[in-house]
């Protein structure tokens, strides 16, 4: 038996995207482990184009900016098995169709699509699924580890990540009162995805976050996934409401010398 005890255990994985994202990796570790794992993708298009990834799996489409298909794939899910042992929410989206923007400038109809679908869903999706999780079930959402910091190039989605551990803790807190539910963040460093491809000037932040690690070498989405996982199996049953950081020590190594030499150079 594993250490992880997941054998005959079902979870939901949502926002799988390619095989590069966090989601993908986190199904993969929990069907290796001998979890039984459902899909939920955003789009009958990105099933299509997920095809041979996903082949043979049981998938839903879901577009969690709208509460009724939130509603929707938790019946689905209902009716498909009686329970389920926790759900990952891997879930995101910023607009940045015109470029970077001083955070002053974020325009109001995209800083709220952020958050209802960024943050709030996870709300939506907790309330949906409440009839379908056991009573000792996880829920594991991945968010990241520097939402104090203001990153230009992350724009309006700094503050759209707290919102979403925000959402944890009172989701925890809430929960609470009729069931041990438990619900935590993953706060990941910087990752090679395609989603974080999308986000202006992101590979000068994510060499130089790589730089800051102790070990100078960046986090990898398996160290962000293996942290998923473990906080789904019942081994992390003492843990609740919190944000696991999970970035090879980079916010405590901001005056490395070797970065600190790099930055005081003269300019030529």
Same mark, same amino acid.
């Given at each position: 038996?594993?250490f992880? &005890?997941?054998?005959n255990?079902?979870?939901l994985?949502?926002?799988?995207?390619? +095989? %590069?994202?966090?989601?993908?990796?986190?199904a *993969?570790?929990?069907?290796?482990?001998?979890?039984?794992?459902l899909?939920?993708?955003?789009?009958?298009?990105?099933?299509q184009?997920?095809?041979?990834?996903?082949?043979? %799996?049981?998938?839903f489409?879901?577009?969690?900016?709208?509460?009724?298909?939130?509603?929707r794939?938790?019946?689905?899910?209902?009716e498909?098995?009686?329970?389920?042992a926790?759900?990952?929410?891997?879930?995101?989206f910023?607009n940045f169709?015109? =470029?970077?923007?001083?955070?002053?400038?974020?325009k109001?109809?995209?800083?709220?699509?952020s958050?209802?679908?960024?943050?709030? @869903?996870? $709300?939506?999706m907790? +309330?949906a699924?409440?009839?379908?999780?056991?009573?000792?079930?996880?829920?594991?959402?991945?968010?990241?580890? @520097?939402?104090?910091?203001?990153?230009?190039?992350?724009?309006?989605?700094?503050?759209?990540?707290s919102?979403?551990?925000?959402c944890?803790?009172?989701?925890?807190?809430?929960?609470?009162? /009729?069931?041990?539910?438990?619900?935590?963040?993953v706060?990941? =460093?910087?990752?090679k995805?395609?989603?974080?491809?999308?986000?202006?000037?992101?590979?000068?932040?994510?060499?130089?976050?790589? %730089?800051?690690t102790?070990r100078?070498?960046?986090?990898?989405?398996?160290? #962000?996934?293996?942290?998923?996982?473990?906080?789904?199996?019942e *081994?992390?049953?003492?843990? &609740?409401?919190?944000? $696991?950081?999970?970035?090879?020590?980079?916010d405590?190594?901001?005056? /490395?010398?070797?970065? #600190? *030499?790099?930055?005081m +150079?003269?300019? %030529?």
């Amino acid at each position: 038996m594993s250490f992880l &005890n997941l054998e005959n255990k079902t979870y939901l994985v949502s926002g799988v995207a390619n +095989r %590069k994202s966090v989601a993908y990796f986190v199904a *993969r570790i929990l069907e290796e482990e001998g979890a039984r794992v459902l899909y939920s993708v955003r789009s009958e298009e990105r099933l299509q184009a997920l095809g041979r990834l996903l082949e043979g %799996k049981t998938v839903f489409v879901c577009n969690a900016e709208d509460a009724n298909q939130i509603d929707r794939l938790a019946k689905q899910v209902g009716e498909y098995c009686d329970s389920i042992a926790g759900f990952v929410h891997s879930i995101a989206f910023a607009n940045f169709s015109e =470029g970077l923007k001083p955070f002053h400038e974020t325009k109001r109809e995209d800083f709220l699509q952020s958050v209802s679908v960024t943050s709030f @869903s996870l $709300v939506e999706m907790a +309330r949906a699924f409440k009839p379908v999780l056991e009573n000792n079930a996880s829920v594991v959402t991945i968010g990241i580890s @520097s939402t104090l910091v203001t990153a230009e190039n992350y724009g309006y989605l700094s503050p759209v990540k707290s919102a979403l551990e925000g959402c944890v803790r009172n989701l925890a807190k809430s929960f609470s009162q /009729d069931s041990e539910v438990r619900f935590n963040a993953v706060n990941s =460093g910087p990752l090679k995805t395609s989603a974080s491809a999308g986000i202006p000037g992101y590979l000068e932040n994510y060499l130089y976050a790589e %730089k800051l690690t102790f070990r100078k070498r960046a986090v990898t989405t398996q160290e #962000v996934a293996n942290t998923a996982v473990y906080l789904l199996s019942e *081994r992390s049953s003492g843990i &609740n409401g919190q944000g $696991v950081v999970v970035n090879a020590g980079m916010d405590f190594n901001y005056f /490395d010398k070797e970065v #600190v *030499r790099q930055a005081m +150079r003269p300019e %030529k």
